[in-house]
């Protein structure tokens, strides 16, 4: 029998790993071998850990050939953003300035994983610092999309997203400040889930903006949202912002329909700017779930139209105080010709970050000065507690709210570099849930006519999880939508 | 024309806690460098601050010991800045909301009790330290201090002199001291003061430009220098010149003050509050709580030493200036002292060994059971006072009961009436000059003569006994 594990989910992969049908060394090889074959096209990694996975998926298979217990995750394996710290390898942010990179520990989703069985393949590429919505702006490679090999594949988890639709690993981890899980999950054709805000440990996340930052999986279908998301959510003493919640079992979750469920559809996110390929391929979705037995009814989001000056003057900010810490003392990059302190700092941070982080430190500092304070930051955390609202009072009329994750499918390479404006647009249906802090997942829910993955948004109440994974399963499983990327040639 | 001084103190005072303020890392800085770090302390990406709440328990407390209102909601902001001793390039710290505000302390001074206000106390971290003689042409950052939690004391503007800038910083290191919250050591850097100086026309009510005397290792450095400070501001103005704000530090050995940095190139921090840290409630459940923790403070025990053991205010003062003589004293008059001795010995004698000794009396060898004791044995006539001070400092060296060194030097008085007569009548003898002279009417020489005696009995004897035997002996020549 010669089954392709890397088509496989990770439930699949578990249950046979599990029951002794196969083993979990053979389930890596077939992955590592799969990164070799198609990594020169994909480009999805900073960097892939062939020996290190070989040995965890031993490990694994020395556990159930001793008849101990092995996790949930047992021989899953998967690849992390290269902002998640682990003790194996480096943790760049795919930036200069933290090339050489090695934390001395792991980030506590990544001790979860571990103590779950799951097996680390290496980290993956996105844009520096998780700054950009297409991971061009990686200090180190250009990754691409599997669905096309010319555009981008969304960002900032770009690397996340493109290795599991090219099935170089069964799923990821990324991380979401405004959009960076779901939108490269839809622009690249998988599922990406950003938890609720508090719901995953960030100890071991680097930091980009610390009230939106949320690390959350991306996967080949939703029931793997739920094994993923069972393994790393939950109460984490070492982050002060992590809840203090029972966390359900999400697998428990997934069936049950959506049979007397309402669905708000926001007003706001079907106006100009949505593209008509994306519009079409949500209403479907939608009437897929009306079918299910769902209940749609038009809601409200008022403050939407400010979301994105919200989120670049709050984002920007805290970013500016979060990266200071890279200069040059302790670690990462120092100049190498800087003559005095003053040099020290200027060089090592000009030459070390890229364009992008330049100008949001830049922008978050001039937020955050004397004089300017009251009228960027104070305002937008003010207009920030209105979008929360927004979204409470929507909640009073339905469960979900469902919308498109982005306005277009995947863009070419350097369609949007010299507009960062029109960048950050991409995030327009994604940011206002960051602001809000609530969970939030992208499906695929078609193709465009060029072939180019569109994603459905399902958003929920803030811990309620289990309502948007419910919904997301039913739209899977009714509506047969599944994406397959073309076939990569071998090199 | 007539000057007044006006000036407000900004004190840091390092928490006594196990652990620092956002990681549990110890607070132990003696410790070769660099090797209380941790991920956290050295600003090691993706890396949390949680806040210790003995921190904020401590904050507290040295705010309801200042009478001061403790915020019901308060937060925790970064302040950014680059330097190499901040590993964040931030420091979390409290910008408008503070733990605790609006209090007071009462000092005294030559002049009188006198009340200074309180604005603030707020909780934040300690920096690294840096050190520029490790040689090489490098500089060296340690990071064990990094993280040390910190509470900052600001008081109003209403401190008019050196004086009361001395006797604010003893009565607050003392009611710190009290609370056992930090050790208040100024040249470990556990206690770091700082004047904010200016003058201005007696009778005016707008404040003079101020200047900011930083890194003074000692209270006395602290009235030095604002002496002369005020001194030099008044000289500026006199001369018709024009004072600047700026900092300023203290030459301790010439004495001056030197400016180290002008207005100008002050810092925009950017305070904003810091989001990996929830705000920081502290209900009225834990304002009370925390208030019955509060042990006597210096003003309530020394008003209560005064009255409880009848001794004078000058004593009680004295006795509670420090949370540990004061213990000592109250055990030493529960073992049964006289009261008024034991203040005596331990304001004495006692606070001389130890002086010498360079010893805080919770490491002294003497218990007050044994001083209590020994004051017991000079009441009942076992030994005289100059015994009991030789016996005093064999105590303090070997720590032995008093008893024990009087049976073992066989220090027992003479109060054997026979005894004492022979000797008195060898002085006598041998002193044939001292004797005339009395008898010419020079009373003085008595106390010659009873000198003589102590030494030839080697001190051992009872000398209220040798006084009425010597004056007896005489009268009778």
Known sequence: ?491 | MEFETVVGMEVHVQLDTESKCFCPTSTDFHAPPNTNVCPLSLGLPGTLPVLNKKAVEYSVMVGLALNCEISRWSKMDRKNYFYPDLAKNYQISQYDLPLCHGGWIEIETSAGKKKIGITRAHLEEDTASNTHEIGGGFSGVDFNRCGIPLLEIVTEPDIRSAEEAYAYLTALKQILQYLGVSDCNMEEGSLRAEANISVRPKGSEEFGIKTEVKNVASFSGVQKAIEFEVARQIKVIGEGGTLVQETRGWDADRGITFSQRTKESAHDYRYFPDPDLMPIVVDEAWENELRERLPELPAARRARLEEQYAIPPYDAMVLTLSKGVADYYEAAAAAKADPKKAANWIMGDLQALLTEAKQEIEDCKVTPDNLAAMITLIEDGTISGKIAKEILAEMFASGKAPKAIVEEKGLVQISDTGELEAIVREVLAGNPAQVEQFKAGKDRVVGFLVGQVMKASKGKANPQMVNDILTKQLKAL
């Open chain 1, 1 to 491: 029998m010669s089954q392709d594990w890397t088509r496989a989910t990770a439930y699949d992969i578990r249950e046979a790993v599990k029951s002794g049908a196969v083993r979990a060394e053979t389930v890596t090889q077939a992955y590592l071998d799969r990164i070799a074959a198609v990594e020169n096209q994909v480009l999805a990694y900073n960097e892939v850990w062939n020996d290190h996975a070989l040995a965890m998926a031993r490990a694994v298979d020395a556990k159930i050939a001793q008849g101990e217990d092995v996790g949930p995750l047992a021989g899953v394996p998967i690849g992390l953003k290269d902002l998640i710290c682990t003790t194996e390898g480096r943790t760049t942010c795919s930036s200069k300035i933290l090339a050489n990179y090695q934390s001395p520990f792991d980030a506590t989703c990544v001790e979860r994983l571990r103590a779950q069985g799951a097996v680390f393949l290496g980290k993956l590429n996105m844009d520096e610092f998780a700054m950009g919505s297409s991971t061009e702006n990686s200090a180190t490679h250009q990754t691409r999309n599997p669905f096309n090999l010319e555009c981008v594949p969304g960002g900032s988890s770009g690397g996340s997203a493109a290795s599991v639709s090219a099935n170089e690993c069964a799923f990821s981890l990324g991380s979401d400040t405004g959009g960076s899980i779901r939108q490269p999950a839809a622009l690249s054709g998988c599922v990406g889930l950003k938890p609720t805000y508090g719901r995953v440990s960030r100890w071991g996340l680097v930091a980009f903006a610390s009230s939106l930052d949320q690390i959350g999986p991306l996967t080949k279908d939703v029931r793997d949202q739920a094994l993923a998301l069972n393994a790393i959510c939950g109460h984490d003493p070492r982050d002060s912002t992590s809840a203090p919640l029972e966390v359900p079992d999400f697998t428990a979750c997934l069936e049950g329909g959506v049979e007397g469920l309402t669905i708000g559809v926001p007003k706001e996110y079907f106006t100009e700017g949505l593209g008509d390929e994306v519009r079409g391929k949500v209403e479907a979705a939608l009437n897929v779930l009306r079918d299910s037995g769902a209940k749609t009814v038009e809601v409200s989001l008022p403050h939407t139209s400010y979301a994105v000056a919200v989120y670049y003057i709050i984002c920007t900010a805290e970013a500016s105080a979060n990266l200071a810490r890279f200069d040059g003392v302790r670690y990462g990059y120092r100049h190498p010709e800087a003559k005095d302190m003053r040099e020290m700092y200027v060089l090592s941070k000009s030459e070390g970050f890229g364009p992008e982080v330049q100008r949001r430190i830049m922008l978050g500092t001039y937020a955050l000065s004397s004089g300017y304070y009251d009228a960027y930051y104070l305002k937008a955390q003010k207009v920030r507690a209105l979008i929360k609202r927004d979204f409470d009072r929507a909640y009073e009329q339905c469960d979900v709210i469902a919308t498109p994750t982005t306005p277009t499918p995947a863009f070419k390479f350097g369609a949007k570099t010299d507009n960062p404006l029109e960048m950050y647009l991409n995030d327009i249906y994604t940011i206002s849930l960051n602001l809000y802090g609530g969970p939030g997942i992208s499906v695929p829910c078609g193709q465009s006519a060029d072939g180019l993955p569109i994603g459905f948004q399902i958003m929920g109440k803030v811990f309620d999880e289990a309502a948007i994974l419910r919904t997301a399963y039913t739209y899977e499983q009714r509506s047969g939508v599944k994406l397959a990327a073309p076939e990569l040639a071998a090199s």
